[in-house]
């Protein structure tokens, strides 16, 4: 096997290039719980056993229970040996269906709602259907309306009253059939713009074309973008301007409804492009950033004023990693839609989840937006384990997050120039460094702020057998999200990996951080 060839040749060269000039070029043959197996260079058959790294990142938050859990790897191990069929469309997937149920009963159980689900193999997955269903649900809203105004007026027409003018309201002197007529043309209007997707400053949804067009930077070069749906972010996360921050986009109308004694009366109303906003509770590669409660309910807010649907992407923080199974838990707002992955499977299967609660969902959805490995049993099985797990972990998450948060924070204080603040909930933490200004123009070059958080995970790499990256938009922050399975001992490592980082930058000792 030439793997490395491969990997620098054949799949991701720019990567490639980069992990070896930070040293960063390791592979791994094995992991279990928090741990990898380094695969030594002269060691190629590992024939020897290799040395173990504790693993912070695990698939940028999928890892929840650990590389290879035992639970998930017999669930897995029996699925196969029963000859469990994945491939199988176009018949009941039953445990499919018993996963469905169980994330409606899970998610409900905060919400008082329920869910219809759907499923699909990445988190990116989730955000793309979870985009479509909302412009399905906007812009069935809108023929719905077309049509009540439609026949609102057809019946003044077989009446003989639609020159009649509204008796009170904003149209009040106005033939009501016109009024009317105005309403439909301004939904008709409004029906054939495109539909418009809200999401926050820094946010992170994936990287696919809708997904993409929700995501914000993610140090991508421009014309690695490709136009997704239109999009509109907001900046500023003041309540108060989250929810007033669309109002140009609200189209007044004026309805008419016809009273028992035959008057006519107009109201005002408003429609909006609005199809949904998207928002991660806690923003994972903004750097680890809690989106504040009250932004959380302006949200609410700003979804209600514009008719359209309340996204929370829960995929890197929700399944139980922040001590609650959704990190929005706490807030106490309700969303429309949920979505879920990377730990879903314990990290181990490809499976996300787009929740959409029972009443808003579009009943043919189901029948048209399917993938090939969608609700493939396999899947489905581990990750009904999987919720096991996350209850079972609940209360040891917070424990051990707290003990985790606690300790890393005595690190931040005692280096406060090399530390900015350790961030987060339960197992989702985030340390960000200060970007160091050292007097040589060759150092300045090399601490830049999209290398610090690598310069700083090679040497805990090295030195430390301590595994962590930056974040993908916020690089001078590294993720700190370890399993449910983290022991003292290994955050008497962590902590020792981040003191050393941390000294050596708030000395000044550059040439010491950068030689492993
Ligand atoms: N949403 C959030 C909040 C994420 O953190 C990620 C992945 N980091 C995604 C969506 C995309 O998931 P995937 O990489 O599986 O497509």
Redesign the pocket.
Known sequence: MSAPNGFARHTRPELARLFRALNLDVTYRAGEGDYLTLEHPTDPDGTTSGERVLDLVGG??ASLFGHNHPTLVDVARRSLDERLPFNAQGSVRPWAGELAERLSAMVGASTGASYVVTFGS????A?EGAVKHASVEHSRGLGALREEFEQTLRKLRRDGVDDVPCADGPARGRPCGDVVAEAIACVTELAKAEPIFVSLKDS?????SA?GALTHGANVPKDLHVHGPKRIRLHDWTPRSVVSALDPLRVRLDTVTVDAAGVPRSTARHISPVAACFV?PIQ??AGVREVPTATLAALRELADRHDAALVF?E???GMGRTGTFLASEPSGVVADYY?L??SLGGGMVKI?ALLVAENRYIAEFGRHHTSTFADDDLSARVALAGLDLAVRYQDRITAVGTELRERLTEVAQRWPEAIVEVRGRGLLLGVEFTLPKPGSALLKQVFDAETLGFLIAGRMLHRHRVRVIPT?SATKTLRVQPSALLESADIDQIVAAFDDAASLLAKGDYATLLDH
Do not use: R
């Not at 990445?122 to 997955?125: E, I, R, V, W």
């Not at 992170?204 to 696919?208: D, E, I, L, N, W």
């Open positions: 940028a938050g990445t988190g990116a997955d955000v992170f949804h994936g990287k696919t997904a991660e994972g590669e992407d995929i890197q923080c979505l992955s990377k996300s993908l």
